[in-house]
């Protein structure tokens, strides 16, 4: 069954207030801020897991977490290093879930019209500073 079947047989699956509202009904739990704790609860283990990998992958992530030695850097940021290295982690391409855009004027319609085409993505807003 391919993703296009499953879309028109079960579109509610991909529809995001509904996930979350069944969710909710199941564990009588927010979805995003139960996700978001838990992520930060579990950030600096994660984080000690990925510095003590060796290798090419130890090296990606290393450098992604280069940006966690900054300070003040806001808790988004933080979430998107330990994401981004998780999804390498395991071996996937963070490209093919996360979608990187320059806050410029443009960027609701541009990013209306990218997310369209997808299946599933999250999207990151960049300020022209570079924090999300």
């Known amino acids: 069954m391919s993703i296009e079947d499953i879309k028109d047989r079960w579109p509610v699956l991909f529809d995001v207030s509904q996930v979350s509202a069944e969710f909710q009904r199941i564990t009588t739990l927010n ?8 992520l ?17 992958v130890g090296e990606r992530h290393r450098a992604k977490m280069s940006i966690l030695l900054q300070s003040g850097i806001p808790i988004q940021r933080k979430r998107e290093v330990v994401i981004r290295c998780l999804i390498d982690h395991l ?21 209306h019209e990218e997310l369209a085409k997808e299946v599933m993505k999250i999207y990151l807003l960049q300020n022209l500073d570079g924090w999300t």
């Open 31 to 38: 979805l995003e801020p139960k996700f978001m704790s838990m």
């Open 40 to 56: 930060d609860f579990y950030s600096p283990k994660l984080l000690s897991m990925f510095q003590g990998k060796k290798g090419a």
């Open 91 to 111: 071996g996937e391409d963070a490209s093919a879930l996360i979608k990187d855009f320059e806050d410029v004027a443009d960027v609701p319609v541009r990013v």
